[in-house]
């Protein structure tokens, strides 16, 4: 698979680096950026060994998104491998800092700078905040044990009610990465929207493809689990969101 065209570097990240450049930063820049290629050098590496097709990568000025083609029902537990690769590659960043240091490659400063703003990144992409990583690890969670229309909801749900309280209880935070809240905010809204036809794009997968999974008996199509064989009241699930789509076409 070659990435080399689907990589993406974010105008206002070329700016930041300019901007470092012309102010003495650019080194302390330069890091951030590489901590950041790391982390999403390792959500591709999972994705790679389970063979899931990357659309792109893109840098930002603040973090990197990676966009991949997959269906919504694919193994949760890869789906939890391929979140938590990225904070694996920067474990391993971390140790890779505390090496060079010692072997006085890295001058103090440097090293205190890199070693905390990697563990910064490590911790912030936990927050359970739409599209962060903790975000969707709180989802799969919810996933092994509850049905995948509730789970969206109170995934969204969360992640509002997370932004909220860290703006009533850390403004000043919020002031400082005002950027960034504003992004992590229209995600949020984003996702909210595009509820309906996630949920849609579930269905129809379901009515689709063939998933070998345990067998599950649901209540009503809102009751569908995401890695389990459906069956309400004794029907398939395809039988069923056939009929479900026929109604709401009609």
């Given at each position: ?107 103090y400063n440097l090293f205190k700078f890199l070693n905390s703003y990697n ?60 950027f960034v809240f504003i992004f992590l905010l229209f995600m949020c809204i ?61």
């Amino acid at each position: 698979m070659n990435l080399s065209n689907k990589f993406k570097i974010h105008s206002l990240t070329w700016l930041m680096l300019f901007v470092g450049f012309l102010t003495g930063y650019f080194r302390y820049i330069v890091s951030i950026f590489a901590i950041v290629v790391i982390h999403e050098c390792g959500h591709i590496f999972m994705m790679r060994i389970f063979k899931r097709k990357v659309i792109s990568i893109e840098i930002l000025p603040f973090g990197g998104l990676t966009k991949i083609d997959a269906m919504i029902s694919e193994n949760i537990c890869e789906d939890l491998l391929i979140c938590v690769g990225g904070i694996f590659f920067q474990t391993i960043l971390g140790f890779v800092f505390l090496y060079l240091y010692d072997g006085v490659f890295l001058e103090y400063n440097l090293f205190k700078f890199l070693n905390s703003y990697n563990i910064f990144i490590i911790l912030f992409n936990l927050v359970p905040i739409c599209p962060l990583d903790g975000y969707k690890i709180v989802k799969l969670l919810g996933e092994m044990f509850l049905p995948f229309k509730k789970v969206q909801k109170l995934a969204i749900s969360l992640s509002i009610f997370v932004i909220l309280g860290i703006s009533f209880y850390r403004l000043d935070m919020v002031k400082d990465n005002i950027f960034v809240f504003i992004f992590l905010l229209f995600m949020c809204i984003e996702e909210l929207k595009n509820e309906p036809f996630i949920l849609n794009r579930f269905y129809f997968e379901r009515m689709t493809y063939v998933f070998d999974y345990p067998r599950k008996n649901v209540k009503n199509i809102a009751s569908i689990y995401k890695n389990r064989t459906n069956y309400v009241d004794g029907i398939h699930e395809q039988d069923v969101i056939k009929k479900y789509f026929t109604r709401i076409t009609h």
